[in-house]
């Protein structure tokens, strides 16, 4: 492992372990994102996929939002996407403006046109690339989170090509063809093992999963076919981490709206952190999780367009409902959701001086 500048700032990583903090830790998801100009700007020269895979762009964007907000935020997030590992998988995927893939997978029969080995290093070494640069560019100021998407949300995308309300396609699978769709599943889930073991080695500090559609799932549904690759994965990378002698790091799982499984995914998914979405009240997650593990999140990110005194008063709410016993404990500060493209960057900057004002003990 490459040697990095000593970290400045670990109230993320404390707060993952579930201990107390003297404040809570603060990022938002898509932090580097369409709401900054600084991001725009990148943008109108080069492509979003020919950015993931330009480990100098990559790096630049990912410090973008920790330059604008200096000493406010808590965490950088590697600048990529979810669907390198369907393009690693050997499929092609546009992003125009929302990602569509022109052959995604119809029947079972396709999932013979996917690579039947991929190595990690070899299609995602620029991903890689791109964390152990951008370490170096933190300058041990904050901690890097390094990502990937949970297999069914992958699987949701491959079936889909592209984003879907109904999610009928996908879910004609399941319904359909329930031993296929294990089986692409378990594909999905090795891949991604594989892809989080190898950004820990490349120096991310903090791993996030992110279950987009998690929700979209009957809770049965979600507990025969998305569940068991999540715990698969936390599993796994903790073993194989351990194997190669590299001190783990903690797993935040994202599973957004499968706010009926909060209770079974603080027994037994083997994660340190679940993120929550602004569904569920902080202090009745609290209740389901009984202590058993951090919690991230979850102000909806539609707060963030109204105005200063919302942003104030619903993160005073959230922060006080997140508290454990009157305590800033074991929480990472957070909305529900990513950040969208028309959020004014100075209110932005307010929430995180709310989040700083409000958890502090
Ligand atoms: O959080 C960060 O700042 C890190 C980078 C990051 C991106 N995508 C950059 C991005 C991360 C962590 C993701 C994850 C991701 N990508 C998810 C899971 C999180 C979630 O929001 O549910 C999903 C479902 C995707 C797939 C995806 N990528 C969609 C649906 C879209 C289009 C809609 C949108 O939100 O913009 C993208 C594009 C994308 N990914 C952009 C960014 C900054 C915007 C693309 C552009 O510049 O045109």
Not at 298 to 327: H, T, W
Request: overall charge neutral; charged content about 25%; glycine content about 8%.
């Amino acid at each position: 492992m490459a040697d990095f500048p000593p970290l400045r700032n670990d109230l993320l990583l404390r707060a993952a372990r579930g201990e107390e903090t003297e404040r809570a830790p603060v990022w938002v998801m898509r932090q580097a994102g369409r709401y900054l100009p600084e991001f725009r700007k990148v943008r109108e020269d080069h492509e979003f996929f020919e950015i993931c895979r330009t480990p100098t762009l990559a790096t630049e964007i990912t410090v973008q939002p920790i330059r604008r907000y200096s000493g406010l935020i808590d965490a950088a997030i590697i600048f990529s996407d979810i669907l390198v590992v369907p393009q690693a998988m050997g499929m092609e995927v546009l992003m125009n403006p929302g990602p569509s893939f022109p052959s995604p997978l119809d029947t079972p029969d396709d999932i013979a046109k996917l690579r039947s080995k991929v190595d990690v290093k070899k299609e995602l070494g620029y991903v890689l690339e791109a964390i152990t640069m951008t370490r170096k560019e933190l300058k041990g100021e904050v901690p890097l989170i390094g990502f990937c998407g949970a297999p069914w949300t992958l699987f949701a995308y491959m079936v889909e090509g592209g984003g879907s309300k109904t999610f009928q396609k996908s879910k004609s699978w399941l319904f359909k063809y329930p031993n296929e769709s294990k089986e692409l599943l378990g594909r999905i889930a090795d891949i991604c093992t594989d892809f989080l073991v190898e950004q820990a080695k490349a120096g991310a500090q903090l791993l996030q999963v992110f279950d987009s559609w998690a929700g979209e799932l009957a809770p049965h549904h979600f507990e025969e076919f998305s569940y068991p690759t999540l715990r698969y994965i936390a599993e796994g990378v903790k073993r194989k981490l351990t194997e190669a002698g590299v001190p783990g790091v903690p797993m935040t799982l994202f599973a957004k709206g499968a706010n009926q499984s909060l209770d079974a995914m603080a027994q037994s998914s083997g994660y340190d952190v679940l993120g929550l979405d602004w569904c569920v009240e902080p202090s009745h997650a609290r209740s389901l999780v009984k202590g058993k593990i951090a919690l991230q999140g979850n102000m909806d990110p539609n707060a963030l367009y109204g105005g200063k005194n919302a942003i104030e008063r619903e993160v005073q709410r959230m922060c006080a409902s997140f508290k454990v016993a009157g305590k800033t404990k074991a929480w990472i500060a957070n909305l529900g959701h990513g950040i969208t493209p028309g959020v004014d960057p100075e209110d932005l900057k307010w929430f995180f001086e709310c989040v700083h004002k409000y958890s502090e003990n």
